[in-house]
């Protein structure tokens, strides 16, 4: 499967400001003007509550940390927002592995890149989904635990 170039800080002349907002374009496009659909269902958008002017999925895409409130921005997942689209509306390709695993009284649906270590996080909420988060993959046992649950919760 093809994804695109990573769009990177360097690129800007490591001018944060204009970084943030060719990333916060690329996100537009993909989710406001033209959403992606998974499996034929379109997706949705969780745009409250804002951050800094943004959509919370945005925000969420773009930022880590355990501390909903407290999340920095994680130029890793920045550089790769090209990539969230082509993967859900291309999860039928035999270089993703997807799968449908409770979370709560909901489910998630994950679409993972293995050779690329990269997870796409979908909130099944009946009828409709939403896009939920995307990171890097970073640690060994992080990608062993995902390929396990893969093969547990195929769909």
Not at 112 to 119: C, D, I, K, T, V
Request: glycine letters at 6%.
């Amino acid at each position: 499967m093809h994804l695109p170039e990573i769009i990177c800080l360097n690129d800007f002349g490591g001018h944060y400001a204009s970084y943030i907002e060719a990333v916060y374009e690329i996100f537009t496009n993909d989710f406001i003007l033209d959403k992606p659909s998974f499996r034929g269902t379109r997706l949705g958008l969780k745009k409250h509550p804002i951050v800094d002017g943004k959509e919370y999925t945005f925000y969420h895409f773009t930022h880590s940390g355990e501390i909903e409130d407290d999340r920095i921005p994680d130029l890793e997942r920045c550089e790769r927002i090209g990539w969230i689209k082509p993967m859900i509306n291309n999860s039928d390709s035999k270089d993703l592995l997807v799968w449908r695993k409770p979370h709560g009284s909901k489910h998630r649906i994950l679409i993972y890149h293995p050779s690329e270590r990269f997870l796409v996080v979908l909130d099944d909420r009946g009828d409709y989904i939403l896009p939920w988060t995307a990171y890097c993959v970073k640690y060994n046992n992080r990608h062993r635990k995902l390929i396990a649950e893969s093969e547990k919760y195929s769909i």
